[in-house]
């Protein structure tokens, strides 16, 4: 999928900019700590973890943080999904898996094996929550917080007591920039220093071991998904017209099954809600009846009644099958 693959080129291509400018002695930084001419600014995590260890307000920190806010509150978690190298690193694990011989990337179920809705599917459905209005994640259940505020609270905790951002050590980002600029240096003019050797493996540990980094360990996205419930823009949204349960009263589920953050967009009360969405578009290149689309403010949609039994595709379940409506008549 062409998304997909701008998923891993652009971290990378950013990675390549950050070392042809250090190579030049035009560094701009990293997306850690970006600085270009008078313009600079930090990642929102070390630019709070700076104020907390120096116990002052830092102009620069402040900036960044506003500015990442703001960010977050119109693209949620984007950052994750389309420009943090960590998931590119994480793809490579793929490389050394047996690959699958079935149905290639993307590529749906044929319809004759999609079934009728289940009776969770059709309760959903006939209370209208429909995927992409931000008000079904309130119909999720209550879940504790996850380990990652635990570890942003960590992060802060421990700026302070210290005196300066520990995280900013063993942060990936950081890290994959670091390894860049440590290869450019080595190869460039021979400089060897223990932070060959320990980079790369504190990478390696983070990425290869930690395999659930960004969903349970990453404090940078607690911070945006903490940030993100704010954000009611660019969200999945689901044109009924065109998605199977709703226009043919099948079930499909291809958009839950290839959510990297467990994201259900037809069904959104049944899996993570939305403020963990990354805005990969793995659901809008995955989904059969290209039903998927990311307006800049989704609207909750009609429900609409039983599709006719013609209208229902051959070998597709169809709701006059099953042994109850699949939506609630209108009052």
């Excluded at 999720?140 to 300066?164: M, Q, V, Y």
């Excluded at 860049?180 to 003019?189: C, E, Q």
Aim: aromatic share 6%; glycine share 8%; hydrophobic share 45%.
């Amino acid at each position: 999928m062409k998304s997909q693959k701008l998923r891993v080129i652009i971290p990378l291509a950013l990675l390549a900019v950050a070392g042809v400018a250090y190579a030049a002695h035009a560094s701009v930084g990293t997306l850690s700590a970006f600085g270009w001419e008078s313009i600079s600014l930090i990642c929102p995590v070390g630019a709070l973890g700076t104020m907390l260890a120096s116990k002052t307000m830092v102009p620069r920190a402040v900036i960044s943080v506003v500015l990442a806010v703001a960010a977050i509150l119109v693209l949620g978690r984007a950052f994750c999904g389309w420009l943090c190298p960590v998931p590119v690193w994480q793809k490579l694990r793929g490389l050394f898996k047996k690959q699958d011989t079935g149905n290639a990337e993307g590529e749906t179920a044929p319809q004759s094996t999609l079934s009728p809705l289940t009776a969770s599917e059709k309760k959903a459905l006939s209370k209208g929550c429909a995927g992409g209005c931000a008000s079904c994640a309130s119909h999720a259940d209550r879940k504790p917080a996850d380990s990652r505020h635990f570890i942003l609270g960590g992060t802060l905790l421990s700026a302070a007591i210290f005196g300066f951002p520990v995280f900013c050590l063993v942060c990936p980002v950081g890290l994959s920039f670091a390894l860049v600029f440590l290869l450019i240096a080595l190869f460039g003019a021979g400089d060897v220093t223990w932070s060959v050797v320990l980079i790369p493996l504190l990478l390696l540990a983070e990425v290869v071991f930690f395999r659930k980094w960004c969903s349970h360990l990453c404090p940078i996205s607690s911070l945006m998904s903490l940030v993100a419930k704010a954000n009611r823009t660019f969200q999945p949204a689901i044109n009924d017209e065109k998605c199977l349960e709703t226009a043919h009263g099948a079930t499909c589920g291809r958009c839950a099954e290839v959510c990297e953050v467990a994201i259900n967009p037809r069904h959104p009360q049944l899996g993570t809600t939305f403020n963990e969405c990354t805005r990969c578009r793995a659901c809008a290149d995955a989904c059969p009846g290209n039903a998927i689309t990311f307006p800049l403010l989704s609207k909750r949609p009609a429900v609409t009644g039983v599709p006719a039994a013609d209208d229902v595709p051959a070998g597709v379940g169809a709701a006059a099958d099953l042994d109850e409506p699949l939506l609630d008549p209108a009052p």
